[in-house]
DNA sequence: GTCTAAGCGAGACGGTACGTCACGTCTTTCC
DNA sequence: GGAAAGACGTGACGTACCGTCTCGCTTAGAC
């Protein structure tokens, strides 16, 4: 798999980039067409073929690149304070037009392209993974959570219920459910006295 | 929103289903199209449309009419069995070919279509739910469950992991991994002596 | 080989035939597109595959359909008067704009295509040569022609000419060239005294 | 104009004329394109372009620097035997595989592009005609032609149904139908006793 | 013998058109 | 009188070439 990301510097593949987002916040990912985005850019259809080889890529190679997202985790040594500041800034984001319809639909995109879903756990979702599990890791090590709790699991339970709001029930994921999942999470993570 | 389960009695519907399923199976539903379901199915493609808005309803209505899911919760008296029992029961299905893929592909379809995610919620998802949440208050009031425990979020911690990994990472959902995260909910959620 | 002469009546048809023509008066043959043709005509390319399997026959059918030639040879018992007024309007007809230029583009893409050059000589050449034929047929049976003379090479040496200065040297066709060739023709095909 | 002649040394050149004539050969002139010519001449395209104008050209130029025709008319004294022998000579050629074809191509594009049919008409046929032209006149000079028949008229009677055969009705050019002409002109053109 | 300009291969680029597919609507034809 | 069959305008697909252009890399010939 090539590297999209390193012609990042190269202005025409940010202008398609470019016009690609701004496509896809007008008339949302379903009704966006390479073409399209071809004649916005000022760019023939074969400039972009040569960059990505489908919309569902391009998409996410765009969506990607121009906000590259900012994860790094706080440290303040509170693990319960770090991981919900963390979240909220998360569904803050998501929360923002027009990322979270754009999110959405860069997921769904997954459902139907294997490629796509490859791109989106190497480049979004395993860096976040492992940047959560580190920080984790740091707690368990400072003891703030159980020695023997298994920290994937941990991972999983903190991710999952908010993906399940944001994809299958789509309501909207508010603090209050995070600090609950939190919680909920803790009652079983924290050492017993 | 016309109730589409009605005519399932009615013998052109159900080819038409049958058609869309058969396809499905075959070219993945991205590559589905209502043109080759009209001439699979020996139908006009007004049939089709006088009966779905969309591609999706469409898939949706197969998939949920073809398989009406049993999903009826048994209650041997031991709340963490049972769910267990069901859970694994759900997964196993998902990972028999070509259901994964299919259902996948629905949720996928949901992201990108407002109407397909009111219909899986309405007719899939919540009430699977409902029955989960049936049992679990069933549970509760035997004492199995601590009693000020948020069932609803216990729902969400039983099922965003395994969406998350269904939908996200994309790796198989084991019946170990099934069993660790009920652990890890109950390790919280169990009375504490 | 599909009729296509049959439709005439359809209305949607014949736009596409003026379209075409339209467009070809307007860039040439050589720049007429299928795309601009449907653009002009208001018309799915779709339609127009759907009745013609090239830009070359659709520009045949186009030229020939709506431009019926009139190539009724008059017979006022003298062949020599007859042809020549035959012949003089035939290019009369090509030098009037756009035609020259239009069947010149015809006969060019006969030798692309074999189905153009099949379509041309059925639909024009053989047409034109029978009645020429039979013309030649009646003179020869009133005495104007030497009996043994080989009518087809008449043919042949009235048209060649014709077309050899339309095509290859491309000079302007004469009624005086035509007068020549057919003296020529007659210097030999006249019985003797 | 340039003259496209000079450069035969130039083994670029040589090898850019090769390279169209190879491809004219297995797909035809009309598919040929200076896309393949380039890749297949390994050579840039920018190398083409600075040496033709157009697709038509460099496949005129390739025709015939390649194939330098030996139209030197003999002269044994019977002018009859003498044009028999050329003429059968070059319908010999256009008969041999693969020549018939893409000499008619060349035809058919100078019918679409003026350049090709200028450099068709000073390359080829002026050349061809004048040596015919010469031929007579010997002959006429020596008696063997009427002194007053038009020579140019005779050429154009010589090579107009030998072309018509070959691009409008396309069928095979044979001896015969070549002898048969030559009787019919001579019929006409000896002198009478 | 170095420098410099031209020629070169390679191929990216904005375009145009290709021929195909499916959309959702509409019309015709038959049962 | 409803359904199959499929024609229709539309719009996008992914591909092929067009003719122009920019890259570095030779490669002579002029100094």
């Given amino acids: 798999m090539t590297d999209h990301r390193a012609p990042r510097y190269d202005k025409r593949t940010e202008t398609i980039m470019r016009a690609t987002l701004d496509l896809a916040r007008e008339v949302g990912y379903a009704k966006l067409s390479i073409e399209a985005v071809a004649a916005r850019a000022g760019v023939g259809k074969h400039t972009i073929y040569r960059r ?8 996410h190679d765009s969506l990607l ?13 509170d693990i319960m304070a770090d991981l919900r500041r963390q979240i909220h800034g998360t569904v803050d984001l998501l929360g923002t037009p027009p990322w979270g319809p754009l999110y959405q639909a860069l997921v ?21 993974e492992e940047k959560t599990l580190a920080r984790l890791k740091a707690a368990q090590e400072q003891g703030q959570i159980s020695p023997d709790f298994d920290l994937d699991l941990a991972m999983a339970i ?8 944001f994809l299958i029930t789509q309501e909207p994921v508010t603090h209050d459910y995070i600090d609950r999942i939190l919680q909920a999470l803790f009652d079983g ?3 017993r006295p």
């Fill in 158 to 165: 903190l991710s999952g219920p908010l993906y399940f709001r």
């Fill in 108 to 128: 769904g995109e997954a459902q139907h392209d294997p490629a796509v879903a490859a791109s989106l756990n190497e480049r979004f979702i395993r860096p976040q």
């Fill in 52 to 59: 990505w080889p489908s919309k569902g890529l391009l998409f």
């Fill in 65 to 77: 690149t121009l906000n590259e997202p900012v994860l790094d985790y706080p440290d303040t040594g």
């Fill in 189 to 191: 993570m924290e050492p």
